[in-house]
């Protein structure tokens, strides 16, 4: 067995995004291994272990009571996780939900361990559009796996955050639990401080004259990402209670009250979200009540017009008929028709303009 090397107090841990630790050994023996994985083994909240095949977690647990082991796979399929099967027991139904892309976040008990379902989220900083990342995980008494779809979930950052809490490391499988959870509900926080942050740029363009974006386009890629994220929030909401209310409180009472501020931020996200929805409505409706508004100013502009204009065409189609009128054939005529279009015109402007009307 490999011991990890002692290190300076400020020399940063292995797995931290910045000193990645090293890939374990793929859970196949086919090669290339088609299924990355890495490997973490602590023993009385210290790590003693890292790197190691998946094939001897058996051997590890075994050793002393007190080790517990983490476990993460990238991309695997039923085949890669047949040795978890062989390791923990899995179900086959457990293994299914694993492999297979698209489940509901959720929380699902079996004899000897649990299985979690979440998503991470990222936003593009440009444009807003939400990415999500599928995360499973099975929580055993002694161990805890991670599956991961892709590598849109920074694992790196995941290490880093428990090498940050080491103190609590002693508590075992609900310390590297609440570790995910706390990581994969900061990013929810994140996403809806970026939405509404991005909802109040957004809302400041409503009356601009000239406006630097399109607020009916990008109201609406608003409100598609704050949908995505409310789907991914609210079920994790009850995934939450649901893990609190059956967690053993013997063996990680110590570890509630961090859990319980994991799902306080959660319920924040998922409320947020609801405003969130509200707001970006609001200001779609108010960007539609807006042009409807200038439309009317538009017509009423354009009929004002319309009625000045139809004052010279009035008097001129009176002065041009081919009939004898007072000043027909004189110069008197054609000031007396002047100054009547000036008269009028000017009056009905005025009278329009008073109104609002231009």
């Known amino acids: 067995m490999t011991s990890l090397p002692d290190r300076a107090p400020d020399t940063p841990a292995p797995g931290e995004p910045d000193a990645p630790g090293p890939n374990a050994p793929t859970v196949t023996r086919a090669q290339p291994p088609r299924c990355p994985t890495r490997t973490r083994a602590y023993r009385h909240g210290q790590v003693v272990q890292e790197g190691f095949p998946a094939e001897r977690i058996s051997e590890l647990l075994a050793e002393d009571e007190a080790t517990t082991v983490w476990l993460d796979l990238r991309d695997p399929d039923a085949d890669d996780l047949q040795i978890l099967v062989q390791e923990f027991g899995l179900h ?17 008990h079996y004899p000897t361990y649990r299985f979690l379902n979440t998503y991470a989220v990222t936003l ?6 939400l990415s999500t ?10 161990a805890l796996i991670t599956v991961r779809k892709d590598d849109a979930f ?13 103190d609590l490391a002693v508590h075992g499988v609900p310390f ?11 990013g929810h926080l994140r996403a809806v401080q970026h939405l509404d942050d991005a909802l109040e740029q957004l809302e400041d363009q409503l009356f601009e004259p000239r406006p630097t974006l399109d607020v009916r386009r990008r109201g609406f890629e608003l409100r598609k990402s704050i949908a995505g994220l409310r789907h991914v929030t609210v079920p994790m909401r009850e995934v939450l209670d649901r893990y ?16 319980h501020d994991v799902q306080d931020h959660e319920q924040r996200a998922a409320e947020s979200c609801e405003a969130l929805r509200e707001h970006a409505l609001a200001i779609i409706d108010s960007h539609r009540n807006e042009q409807s508004y200038q439309l009317n100013e538009v017509t009423k502009k354009l009929a004002g017009w319309a009625a000045i204009i139809a004052v010279p065409t009035a008097v001129t189609g009176f002065y041009g008929q081919n009939v004898p009128y007072p000043g027909f054939s004189h110069h008197a005529g054609f000031v007396t028709s002047t100054l009547t279009i000036v008269v009028l015109a000017g009056g009905l402007f005025a009278l329009l303009r008073r109104r609002g009307w231009l």
Request: proline share 4%; aromatic share 4%; no cysteine.
């Open 124 to 129: 593009d900083d440009g444009t807003s559009e």
């Open 244 to 259: 609190l209310r059956t967690e053993d409180r013997r063996t990680s009472a110590a570890m509630l009250p961090y859990v």
């Open 176 to 186: 590297l639990v609440h570790g995910l959870l706390d990581l994969v509900v900061d």
């Open 92 to 108: 086959p139904l457990a293994v299914e939900d694993a492999v297979q892309d698209h489940q509901r976040p959720k929380l699902d």
């Open 154 to 166: 920074d694992v790196d950052t995941l290490v880093g955050r428990w090498d940050l809490a080491a």
């Open 133 to 142: 990342s599928e995360i499973s995980a099975f929580i055993t008494g002694r």
